[in-house]
């Protein structure tokens, strides 16, 4: 596994395990950076739901996002953002 990846999936451990805000607002910088979408989204819902500083660059980037998907594909994404939030 490559550094990166390790970062990463420590950081996801620390979101989703440990409800840590600063990680999942981190995933949700890389994310931006690296121009994703769904997994942007999920990212940004997970951060606000943490109570991470959200910056109007994460919402206009997240609202670009959505302004591109069907009601029933963010809802998808929502439920899976939800599923993070439960494990």
Do not use: N, W
Not at 60 to 78: F, G, M, Q
């Amino acid at each position: 596994m490559t550094s990166t990846r390790v970062q990463t999936a420590g950081l996801s451990q620390l979101a989703c395990e440990q409800h840590d805000p600063d990680a999942a607002l981190a995933l949700l910088d890389r994310s931006l950076a690296l121009g994703h979408r769904r997994i942007a989204l999920i990212r940004y819902l997970h951060a606000q739901y943490l109570g991470a500083p959200l910056e109007p660059r994460h919402h206009e980037y997240v609202h670009k996002v959505a302004e591109r998907l069907s009601t029933e594909t963010i809802a998808r994404i929502a439920m899976a953002a939800r599923a993070r939030l439960e494990i």
